[in-house]
């Protein structure tokens, strides 16, 4: 309800049929139309199994999906995506995130997107090695997304994300910081390329799972360290609060303890 109130159709956008922006300070960010996708894909499936309302969204659930769809795919631009834009009149502002392009590609992944320009832009990042220098976890979970679904050359994931997780594990430069965030971000990457093993395992690589599976344990470790009833804080010199700290450093326990579940030998029920 609270994306909802946020949705607005962008006139300029010049798309055939629905479109849908997530409009944010006069603003529009593809990585947070990325991620109301994401929100979107589960919301939808916590509505079939507990029967809650759709009626909430300017528009049906699917039609909503479906233009936030057609505004992520329009900023589709040569080799990557167009990442603010005011609302207004749709000029491009100069911004750029190092988290947009994962998002809104994950996003779309999600939500059954299967456009030829979107799998050639994911294609294409991977090939030239995007989101690697930066050691990004939306990328990781984008590409195993994309592996899962069978949505991208099996070759090129398989090389693309080892290469990201032995970057994560081989430069651990970022546990220097001595904050949560930018340790669990990595613990992310680690740990879904664990659970894409579970589901995939021919597009792995057995040493580099390895590798995760040993650094993975050692952040979770580390992050710990900034855990206190329920939460988890910044870091070493600032014991601040709040929800995207909560978000990267539960959703990295979350992977591993869906990696280590599936691997346990079903018993009865």
């Known amino acids: 309800q609270y994306a909802g109130g946020k949705l607005q159709r962008p006139h300029w956008a010049g798309v055939a049929g629905p479109c849908l922006a997530l409009v944010t300070r ?17 919301y939808g499936r916590a509505a079939a199994t507990f029967g809650l309302p759709t009626d909430i969204l300017p528009l049906p659930l699917e039609e909503t999906v479906s233009g936030l769809q057609a505004y992520a795919l329009a900023q589709i631009e040569g080799a990557d995506l ?6 207004a009149d749709g000029g ?3 911004f750029r995130s190092d988290y947009y392009t994962g998002e809104a590609l994950l996003g779309l992944i999600v939500t059954g997107c299967t456009e030829p320009a ?16 930066e050691q990004s976890h939306w990328m990781a979970y984008a590409a195993c997304e994309a592996a899962a679904r069978g949505l991208a050359d099996e070759a090129l994931l398989r090389r693309y994300l080892s290469r990201l997780m032995s970057e994560i594990v081989d ?3 970022y546990r220097d910081r001595r904050a ?10 680690l740990t879904r390329y664990l659970c894409l093993a579970d589901a995939r395992p021919e597009l792995c690589d057995a040493g580099v799972l390895a590798s995760c599976h040993r650094t993975a344990l050692e952040n979770l470790v580390i992050q710990l360290e900034w855990y206190d009833r329920g939460q988890f804080w910044k870091g070493d010199e600032e014991r601040k ?3 995207d700290y909560i978000q990267h450093n ?3 326990f979350l992977n591993l303890w869906q990696h280590e579940v599936a691997r346990m030998p079903h018993r009865g029920n």
């Open 82 to 87: 167009l990442h603010k834009r005011r609302f």
């Open 180 to 189: 949560s965030t930018p340790i669990a971000c990595r613990t992310e990457a």
């Open 250 to 252: 539960a959703t990295a």
């Open 26 to 42: 006069e603003a529009v960010k593809v990585g947070g139309v990325g991620l109301a996708l994401v929100m979107l894909s589960e």
């Open 171 to 173: 430069n651990p430069g």
């Open 92 to 94: 491009v502002l100069p």
């Open 241 to 243: 609060v709040q929800i």
């Open 118 to 133: 979107m799998i050639a832009l994911t294609e294409g990042l991977m090939t030239r090695g995007y989101g690697i220098p």
